[in-house]
């Protein structure tokens, strides 16, 4: 019996790339979004996986995929707390009177 790939792998990895490099170089906060994609379609292919293990090749990027998924949520989230503090200090100063757009 020959092995097949397994549905979902590639998709996974790929959303686990996309999920770091969209965090770090394109959309902050949002690619907190193919994070949490890869890590849905990383279940189910998971679930396919372990019914029947020995008809499917490819489990390793799933695992890869799921690792960047976790690091790009990960990345995601500080971005995002990072973002929150960086207006709130302005927004602080605003209200404080410290900030004035006059020179």
């Known amino acids: 019996m020959s092995q097949q ?12 790339i996309l999920s770091i490099v969209g965090t770090l170089f394109c959309c902050g906060p949002f690619g907190a979004i193919f994070s949490i994609v890869g890590l849905i379609k990383a ?23 799921k690792i960047l998924s976790y690091i790009g949520l990960a990345v995601a989230l500080i971005y ?10 302005i927004v602080a100063m605003i209200t404080a009177g410290e900030f004035s757009g006059e020179y």
């Open 43 to 65: 279940k189910s292919a998971t679930e396919l996986y372990q019914q029947s293990p020995e008809s499917y090749s490819d489990f390793s990027n799933v695992k890869t995929g």
């Open 80 to 89: 995002l707390v990072l973002f929150i503090l960086y207006f709130g200090f």
């Open 5 to 16: 790939p397994l549905p979902g792998a590639s998709t996974v990895l790929t959303m686990g």
